[in-house]
């Protein structure tokens, strides 16, 4: 599947299916051309949603670290065969998988996440709540408490504010 990483790729298959669809209308085949059509907007999906970030996602859904680290490792190049929001991900990903093992690479791959920007509020705002733990556990409460607010701020439907509150009161601690 190695070869499904580049982004072009998928766009280029796409045409080429996109084509043969065009063709099969011309021959008379509408029905065939209907179904190329169909199957023309799966390279297309991949383009903007890689496979292996969604595979990723279910893996973190079942809280199956493991796993998630075994997807993610297959992304070879993530620079270029991921667009920018998708590399967002990736080192998001990779950063809840490190938050369990190394604080200081889970910073690193937070901070990256947030630097190449999250697609929805909720992620956002995940990534900065981990990043204001591992900043209270480095004792630096001054950014943990600017964290803590923006977090805050992005937690529209106040899934976090539990886990907001209790850093909250851990860093009145300090």
């Known amino acids: 599947m190695k070869y499904l990483q580049n982004k072009y790729l998928k766009i280029v298959l796409a ?42 996602f279910l893996r973190l859904r079942k809280q199956d670290m493991v796993g998630m680290e075994k997807y993610l490792s297959k992304i070879v ?10 590399q967002g991900y990736y080192n998001y990903m990779y950063g809840i998988i490190y938050s369990q093992k190394n604080l200081t690479q889970a910073e690193k791959y937070f901070r990256k996440a947030l630097q190449l920007g999250l697609n929805m509020d909720y ?45 909250q009161q851990q860093l009145k601690k300090i």
């Open 15 to 56: 045409v080429l299916i996109v084509a043969w669809a065009v063709q099969q209308f011309v021959q008379g085949n509408i029905g065939n051309g209907i179904a190329l059509i169909f199957l023309s907007l799966i390279p297309i999906l991949l383009y903007f949603r890689n496979e292996y970030i969604l595979l990723t």
């Open 77 to 86: 190049e993530p620079e270029t065969a991921l667009m920018r929001k998708q």
């Open 123 to 167: 992620d956002v705002a995940m990534a900065k709540l981990s990043l204001a733990g591992i900043m209270m556990q480095k004792r630096k409460k001054r950014e943990a408490q600017e964290l803590l607010t923006e977090a805050k701020k992005l937690d529209k439907q106040h899934l976090m504010s539990e886990q907001i509150r209790m850093l």
